[in-house]
């Protein structure tokens, strides 16, 4: 069973960094590992995604060059390293699981398996 949890949420000023991790367990060596938020009013949107068999990472350009996604050295807990925070980042960070080959790594609905969230607040 796929159990993920988040943690490392909380409240900066702009400009200012955060990390969020993602503990997970029974998650097979072949799925990949997701960041997703989600803004009141808004649509969970992708972040960033994390290939676990082979290590590769996928960005949504919005955070490509200030984001940062790495996993420990027993791939049990996914980070997101977050730098130059800004106020339009607000928003729930979901962390999210599934095979690699199903749909999209940016597409909601394709994810089988998800954390309760972590709120993380920039403000300007």
């Known amino acids: 069973q796929v159990h993920l949890v988040e943690s490392g949420g909380g409240s900066v000023q702009a400009g200012g960094s955060l990390r969020l991790s993602c503990a997970a367990s029974?998650?097979?060596?072949?799925?990949?590992m997701a960041w997703f938020r989600q803004a009141p009013g808004k649509e969970r949107e992708g972040v960033g995604a994390?290939?676990?068999?082979?290590?590769?990472?996928n960005y949504t350009d919005f955070v490509k060059g200030r984001f940062d996604l790495s996993v420990d050295g027993g791939r049990t807990t996914l980070y997101l390293d977050m730098n130059a925070l800004k106020p339009e980042d607000t928003a729930m960070y979901y962390c999210?699981?599934?095979?690699?080959?199903?749909?999209?790594?940016?597409?909601?609905?394709?994810?089988?398996?998800w954390g309760q969230g972590t709120q993380v607040t920039v403000a300007s």
């Open positions: 999210a699981a599934k095979d690699w080959y199903r749909g999209t790594w940016d597409t909601a609905s394709d994810y089988s398996f």
């Open positions: 029974g998650v097979p060596s072949s799925f990949l």
């Open positions: 994390f290939y676990l068999g082979s290590g590769e990472t």
